[in-house]
């Protein structure tokens, strides 16, 4: 009777001290006319657990590091624009992230430059991290984390374009050895020389997102960038590849879309799923789909993908393809759009095959597509999976 009772006392305790902790957050407001002029000095003043809200509008050379720890930061009436403007905090980022569980919303930024070259929008150094429906272009890295193996980091609804300096050791994003990440319905493209996507984490959730680069002329948000890989993997890792639509333009650093454990497959999981792509290889000379390194020491598993374009599927002889599609020039919708539903056959629609569950129990089959810019709607199965990244009776992306 006496644990039960110290074991309640400690339950009320404990929720007493969560709801102090709730009444007592505030929100911090940040604007003209707000209490702070500008978001740094309420990010300086805030304690944990509290919300800084940004107004819209423009905020130049405004860095600093972010110490509180549960803290949300996020733009209101409007996205806010936070231009590094030849500025830097601790010579590392427009924003160091050093509290734990910090989450970032509705922000730009841009400008990230640094003596070593080495600058990003956000550098990650405390366990834990949201950014959510945000714009990270033109930095020397539009994220890069350092390795925690306590870190869950979680990446929704975001682009990235035209990050990275140009030496190809700079990146749309850098994800160290954290414990997770979570990326999804993204648009990352056009990383300058850098790849489009690096995670050295133990497990990568990789889903429903566009990694691709615009065309010469294009209209878009950046200018055209030449990446090396769209996706690198390189320490391996447990790693969900399902529902992408991932790009090689025909000027690149290196014809490779995916590569997993070629650095060297030191994280413990070796199991990468690749299901319900759609690969797109635009390089008319060279192309490897899936790059697998030697020391990865299970079968990749290539599942319901499309593979447009030249080049080798995969590199590891090893790997099990079941259901894909491979042709130079597939049937789409629009592909001068990005309409990459599949036009009628047999060969593609109703095509694809139920991947099932991985080792770990997580299940295969995709319930999403990737709507531009960097959303999602539901994938509409209605018997068989179709093949690739999009159902032929869904709505237009």
């Known amino acids: 009777m006496m644990k039960k009772k110290l074991a309640r006392a400690a339950c009320v305790s ?14 911090l407001s940040v604007g003209p006319g707000k209490t702070y002029a500008r978001p740094c000095q309420a990010i300086a003043a805030a304690k944990n657990g509290d919300t800084v809200e940004i107004d819209g509008g423009l905020y130049s050379g405004d860095v600093c590091g972010v110490y509180a720890s549960n803290l949300t930061i996020r733009g209101v009436n409007g996205r ?48 834990g991290f949201t950014l959510l429906n945000s714009f990270l272009h033109d930095n020397e890295n539009g994220i890069l984390s350092g390795a925690n193996a306590a870190s869950d980091i979680v990446i929704e609804g975001t682009e990235f374009g035209r990050n990275g300096y140009g030496t190809g050791q700079t990146h749309n994003l850098y994800i160290g050895t954290v414990r997770s990440l979570m990326f999804r319905r993204n648009f990352s493209h056009d990383a300058h020389v850098g790849h489009n996507l690096k995670s ?3 497990t990568n959730y990789i889903l429903y997102n566009r990694f691709s680069s615009l065309r010469p002329g294009e209209t878009g948000s950046t200018a055209a960038g030449q990446p090396s890989y769209e996706i690198d993997l390189p320490n391996a890792g447990t790693s969900y590849v399902i529902g992408n639509v991932i790009q090689q333009p025909a000027a690149n650093q290196n014809g ?39 020391g990865v020491t299970k079968p990749v598993l290539l599942q319901n993908n499309i593979f447009s374009g030249i080049g080798t599927l995969s590199t590891q002889a ?26 009628p056959s047999p060969l593609v629609v109703n095509a694809g095959t139920d991947p099932g ?5 997580f299940v295969l089959k995709p319930v999403a597509q ?6 999602w709607i539901g994938r509409p199965v209605n018997s068989e999976l179709d093949i690739g990244a999009y159902e032929a009776n869904s709505l237009a992306p």
Not at 99 to 111: P, Q, R, S, T
């Open 80 to 127: 806010p624009r936070i231009d590094a403007a030849g500025r830097n905090a601790m010579g590392k980022a427009i924003w160091v992230i050093v509290g734990n569980n910090v989450l970032i919303a509705n922000v730009e930024m841009y400008g990230a430059k640094v003596p070593d070259r080495n600058g990003a929008a956000l550098r990650l150094e405390g366990a």
């Open 14 to 27: 404990a929720l007493a001290a969560w709801g102090m902790q709730a009444a007592s957050a505030a929100i």
């Open 370 to 375: 990737y709507k531009h810019v960097a959303f």
């Open 357 to 361: 569950v991985s080792a770990t129990g």
């Open 200 to 202: 050295r984490a133990q």
């Open 318 to 343: 090893s790997t099990v393809a079941r259901t894909n599609y491979r042709s130079v020039a597939p049937g789409f919708v629009n592909r001068a759009t990005y309409d990459l539903r599949p036009t």
């Open 256 to 294: 490779a879309m995916l590569a997993y454990g070629e650095e060297g497959a030191s994280n413990a999981g070796h199991d990468l799923y690749v299901v319900n792509n759609t690969f797109l290889n635009d390089d008319p000379a060279r192309g490897v789909f899936v790059m697998v390194g030697s």
